[in-house]
């Protein structure tokens, strides 16, 4: 394979930063520095000046306007996130954070994880909004780990995607890596992790359709992902293959994807808890201007 490609996936960085790296001479072969596109085969022997590592973001406590906390005991904190919000700090991100709101709130999370998201058990996109649940204790969040890698949560999801889906109803069952040449998107590649998506269509209208979603696993952007496989991309998602007129004529700015529902066994008491969270205006607004057309 091509050498940025190589250093890529033996070090873990991304294309870009390995192509960076590559440049300016940081990796040689064989003891001699090549181009970033020349082919490493098997026997060859690689050497690799490593960037220092990213210092971990700090936590910034700050209010986050339409952050609801939906449900909270001395275990967990269940909240419905608003757009525009990331669920912990990460490099290259300087707006608000679930975590940063948290803790403006008075919540106390749990110390487990690392530095900067420490108590997040799973995430949501920046742009998608809905129902995400943190630990506030040490044993809340052993367990709502364990039962998120298990698959034993069962996370909810509705999209509004272009076009109408055949089968109405299906699994969509493809691995997702990092895209090949875009690093900031995803994409369905052979060699990426399993990948399982359940939809069932909910509501048709004459250019798009609202269907509910069971994801099954937990890849980034996963949803987004597997209904731009199919040529159905959520609507709005300009990032996924989105048709810009549509969104710009629902007044929408980001994908229409909302994580509805979220139900698990309580991590203390083994009993089941659901919740449920409503559409935000944007995504309301949108819904009610294709029933309209319908």
């Not at 709101?101 to 058990?121: K, Y």
């Not at 920046?126 to 949560?153: D, I, N, Q």
């Not at 509004?160 to 055949?166: E, M, N, P, S």
Request: charged residues 25%; aromatic residues 6%; contains cysteine.
């Amino acid at each position: 394979m091509r050498l940025d490609q190589a250093v890529s996936r033996l070090f873990g960085l991304s294309r870009t930063a390995a192509a960076t790296l590559v440049e300016a001479g940081d990796a040689m072969v064989d003891g001699v520095p090549r181009p970033k596109s020349d082919k490493v085969a098997a026997g060859a022997w690689l050497e690799v000046k490593l960037p220092a590592p990213v210092t971990a973001p700090a936590v910034n406590t700050e209010p986050v306007p339409g952050l609801t906390i939906i449900y909270s005991d001395d275990d967990i904190v269940v909240v419905d996130k608003p757009v525009g919000v990331a669920a912990h700090p990460s490099p290259g991100w300087t707006g608000p954070t679930v975590i940063g709101g948290l803790a403006a709130m008075g919540q106390t999370v749990a110390t487990s994880g690392a530095a900067e998201r420490q108590g997040v058990v799973h995430r949501l996109d920046v742009c998608t909004t809905g129902l995400m649940v943190v630990a506030k204790s040490e044993s809340a969040y052993s367990v709502l780990k364990r039962a998120f890698k298990e698959r034993e949560v069962d996370k909810r999801y509705h999209a509004v995607v272009q076009g109408h889906l055949d089968p109405l109803r299906g699994t969509i069952d493809a691995p997702i890596d990092r895209h090949p040449t875009a690093d900031y998107r995803y994409a369905v590649m052979s060699g990426g992790k399993p990948s399982v998506t359940h939809y069932d269509t909910l509501e048709a209208f004459r250019s798009a359709s609202l269907v509910d979603v069971k994801l099954e696993t937990g890849r980034t952007h996963q949803i987004r992902v597997h209904f731009s496989a199919l040529r159905h991309p959520c609507v709005g998602d300009l990032t996924y293959g989105a048709d810009p007129t549509l969104a710009a004529r629902l007044h929408l700015g980001r994908q229409w994807l909302h994580a509805r529902e979220l139900a698990f066994r309580h991590p203390r008491t083994q009993d089941e808890v659901r919740f449920v969270s409503e559409y935000p205006d944007d995504l309301e607004y949108a819904l009610s201007k294709l029933r309209e057309s319908a």
